[in-house]
């Protein structure tokens, strides 16, 4: 398969650590206020305490959205007391009226818009009203009246966009976490009934071996007895035996072989030895005469590997090529490569069809997918499988020369 591009790779891993990416985010904010305001601002200890009470808590936002807001406004209040002037952290109250929408609980999502914009009309008094909690109201109205109206609807309307972003928010948040545990149970479901489809063929199996093998067994130990026995003293009795197992032998390894044919798919391959990595040119020779254009790479020199291993890597070509001719579609081409490294076997096999969507199509099962993976992990191996970035489809897997113990 090819590779994920690095972007992806990062908000992958970015996504998986949410707490540590509100930690930087939070860092960076600071700094980037301390570096705007540090040298304009009159900002005294008590300015910039206040600043790091309201910024700070943005950390904890998503993973404790009610006690990061509980500082917020506890702050808010005391800079309200404490302070002249507006500071520019208070950016972190819409951004905490969002946290509690998208993260919080519904009723400290409700209360955090009433917090937010009783907030916006009680800096609009104290900062541009020239209203003073500790000496009581200055001259208002010589302030501008309208301007305090203003200013407080301005920041009302930052609080409640903010307030909306966060439920739309909290909804796909919702809708996800509803796909997840859907999906959960429908993988549950199908574990289930593979578990049940195995236990049940493993009941017919065991009945049908049973039937073949104990009575087979049992006529032979029996004629071998009786034939130790008289061999002593009839020899002709000795020699029926012996052909009577004989023929027991015979009629039990025919039904044996029928009963592992039922497993097998062709009739051709039924009692042919087992193919390895060498079969594979003339597996993709037969493909090819059958109307799919492909191509086989080989690179690096063969190396000795155990029958199993080849065996598998010769069934995950056969297996993958066989679903590029079900799913691929008209006009498409495909690649076998075979790569020879140093402790392993690569096999990967990509068409440029449209088997992506195939294979993901409601009726698909994929239980060839299932058996190559299967396959590879019992020789200590992988097999990665998926869509290809363009079109197509990839199935990559890598096969060690020995199995690590």
């Known amino acids: 398969?090819?590779?994920?591009?690095?972007?992806?790779?990062?908000?992958?891993?970015?996504?998986?650590?949410?707490?540590?990416?509100?930690?930087?985010?939070?860092?960076?904010?600071?700094?980037?206020?301390?570096?705007?305001?540090?040298?304009?601002?009159?900002?005294?200890?008590?300015?910039?305490?206040?600043?790091?009470?309201?910024?700070?808590?943005l950390a904890w936002r998503r993973r404790a959205p009610v006690p990061a807001a509980g500082v917020v406004v506890v702050t808010g209040l005391a800079e309200l007391l404490l302070s002249d002037q507006f500071l520019a952290g208070n950016v972190a109250a819409p951004a905490m009226v969002y946290a509690l929408a998208a993260y919080g609980p519904r009723w400290a999502a409700r209360a955090g818009l009433g917090a937010g914009l009783v907030g916006a009309g009680l800096a609009a008094l104290r900062y541009f009203g020239g209203y003073s909690f500790s000496s009581g109201p200055a001259d208002l109205y010589g302030r501008g009246l309208l301007e305090v109206v203003v200013t407080a609807g301005g920041i009302g309307v930052l609080v409640l966009a903010s307030w909306s972003m966060?439920?739309?928010?909290?909804?796909?948040?919702?809708?996800?976490?509803?796909?997840?545990?859907?999906?959960?149970?429908?993988?549950?479901?199908?574990?289930?009934?593979?578990?049940?489809?195995?236990?049940?063929?493993?009941?017919?199996?065991?009945r049908e071996m049973h039937d073949v093998v104990a009575h087979s067994l049992s006529v032979v130990i029996a004629q071998a007895d009786g034939g130790r026995y008289a061999g002593r003293t009839d020899p002709e009795a000795a020699v029926g035996a012996l052909e009577q197992i004989s023929s027991t032998g015979r009629q039990a390894l025919a039904d044996m072989r029928s009963l592992l044919g039922v497993l097998r798919e062709g009739d051709a391959q039924q009692f042919a030895p087992q193919p390895d990595v060498a079969a594979v040119p003339a597996l993709v020779e037969d493909v090819r005469r059958s109307g799919l254009d492909v191509d086989l790479l080989t690179e690096g020199e063969p190396v000795e590997m155990a029958g199993g291993a080849q065996l598998a890597a010769y069934r995950i070509v056969q297996e993958s090529l066989t679903n590029v001719l079900k799913h691929a579609g008209p006009a498409s081409r495909a690649?076998?490569?075979?790569?020879?490294?140093?402790?392993?076997l690569e096999v990967s096999v990509l068409d440029d069809g449209r088997g992506a969507a195939a294979m993901l199509a409601p009726d698909g099962n994929g239980q060839g997918v299932i058996g190559m993976r299967e396959r590879a992990v019992l020789h200590g191996g992988r097999l990665e499988t998926g869509p290809r970035h363009g079109g197509g489809f990839g199935v990559h897997a890598v096969l060690p020369y020995r199995r690590r113990r």
């Not at 990062?10 to 904010?29: G, K, M, N, S, T």
């Open 166 to 206: 966060g439920m739309v928010r909290r909804g796909r948040l919702q809708r996800e976490a509803a796909l997840r545990e859907r999906a959960q149970l429908l993988e549950l479901e199908r574990d289930q009934e593979l578990r049940l489809a195995a236990s049940t063929e493993r009941a017919r199996i065991a």
């Open 335 to 344: 690649w076998v490569r075979l790569q020879w490294r140093a402790d392993a």
């Open 1 to 57: 398969m090819e590779p994920t591009p690095p972007l992806t790779r990062l908000a992958d891993r970015l996504r998986a650590r949410p707490f540590e990416v509100d930690i930087a985010l939070a860092a960076l904010l600071g700094l980037g206020l301390l570096a705007l305001f540090g040298a304009t601002a009159s900002y005294g200890p008590t300015e910039w305490l206040l600043s790091a009470g309201l910024l700070a808590p």
